[in-house]
């Protein structure tokens, strides 16, 4: 069952930010935990992709599938994220698919993907100069080098009518993308939901396009776990993917359900949540044909190197686990 405690939603104030940054910096235990232990999960803050966890917390669905887990740390980047799981900190937890390809291709974390979270959810937002077209050399803003994000920003300017070369491209955390595009140090930015979404209903700029216009089904979140708690306490792996299954469901089925418990997990405001959630697709079901692509542009930009994109992709997304996907 949960433990109560950690079962509340998360106002995140400084101090609980400090304890997510001593988490993932915290050494490694001696192996993993015993099987009767609660699992370790952890996500990114306020990032509406990571809905289905938050049902499956309040619902109740991990109870109900059998296994216990606590909430072991909320993080403010999937980098950060990557370093609790390489500390050996976590079992599990819903991030981002492009910074758990970097973490698993380096050797700093060894995980594989359980799930798929969601797909789409991104957008690309705008000044009215920059709709207009008329800034000569833009300034746009993208969360890393080599994100999802990248690519997708990559494979939207032609519909700008502009090349790579006539793009300064720079590196700025979301929340201070509405920042930057307010004050006119950016022209424009690409980043995950609720951003553009607050981007547009704070009239701060316009969406022109969203990633589902630019990459259809393209993939961004997944539940992943570390190798050693499949293959150890795998019908403990199989009951959160059948959580995570019923929450995706309720996501589909609830909206309106959905949409209270984001505002309560998040704290957003209603409105902003509703603009956000139609942009999302949650989905359980992996993408191996988005990864691979992926991992092919993580190599051209020599951020990784793999040598067989498919092969490391196939090994990446764990098989669907038998007794999970039964039910």
Known sequence: MIRPSLALPFRLTAATLAVCLVLAAAPAPA??????????????????HHLALWVALENEYFAQEGVSVEVAGVFRSGPELMTAFGSGALDAAYVGEAPATIA?????????????????????????????????????????????????????LPRLHLTPEQVERIVVSPPDMLIALQSGQIDGFIAWEPYPSQAIAQHIGTILASSADIWPGHPCCVLAATTAFITQRGQEAQALVRAHQRATAFLREQPDKAVAIAVKYTGMREAIVRLALPQVTYTGTPSIAGEEQYVNFLN????????????????????????????
Request: no cysteine.
């Open 104 to 156: 698993k291709v380096r050797g700093t974390a060894q995980i594989q993907v359980l799930a798929q979270a969601n797909t789409e959810g991104s957008a690309l937002v705008g000044s009215k100069a920059l709709a207009a077209g008329t800034v000569a050399r833009p300034t746009l803003a993208i969360p890393g080098n080599g994100s999802v994000q990248d690519l997708l920003l990559q494979k939207a």
């Open 31 to 48: 192996g993993p935990p015993a099987a009767n232990a609660p699992v370790r999960l952890a996500y990114l803050q306020n990032d509406l």
């Open 300 to 327: 051209s930009l020599g951020v990784i190197k793999v040598e067989d994109a498919g092969g490391f992709t196939r090994d990446f997304i764990a098989a669907p686990l038998p007794e999970a996907a039964a039910k």
